[in-house]
């Protein structure tokens, strides 16, 4: 499995992106896939999840600005986030479960600990 993500870069307050992770080496049409962030020092934090029935989940700090979606014939995931605060400069990376079994629990699945692919991230920088 690998996981490219791209679209980071910066950015101004209050502005929009769209981050991107192309999905290779994932023949399953059942997934559980996620974004996550982190910044220097800190631990690695759940932004927003989502499986293969479309439910998703995310955190407290972008719900409201943010959408999760997945583009099944690109096989990509993507992450739309608008209204971009100085609090969102973090690297940004994508995450795949690869042994998930079809469970949904919306806060298990913003945990890292459920993810066993990851991408090599993205910066984004908020100024």
């Known amino acids: 499995v690998q996981l490219v993500e791209s679209g980071g870069g910066a950015i101004r307050t209050g502005e929009s992106l769209r981050l991107s992770c192309e999905v290779s080496?994932?023949?399953?049409?059942?997934?559980?896939m996620a974004w996550f962030r982190q910044i220097p020092g800190k631990e690695r934090e759940g932004v927003a999840a989502?499986?293969?029935?479309?439910?998703?989940t995310y955190a407290d700090s972008v719900k409201g600005r943010s959408t999760i979606s997945k583009d099944n014939a690109k096989n990509t995931l993507l992450l739309q986030m608008s209204s971009l605060q100085l609090e969102d400069t973090a690297m940004y990376y994508c995450?795949?479960?690869?042994?998930?079994?079809?469970?949904?629990?919306?806060?298990?699945?913003?945990?890292?600990?459920?993810?066993?692919?990851w991408g090599q991230g993205t910066q984004v920088t908020v100024s």
């Open positions: 080496g994932w023949p399953y049409s059942a997934y559980l």
């Open positions: 989502i499986n293969s029935d479309g439910l998703t």
């Open positions: 995450a795949l479960d690869g042994t998930y079994g079809g469970d949904w629990d919306a806060d298990r699945v913003l945990r890292r600990t459920e993810y066993n692919y």
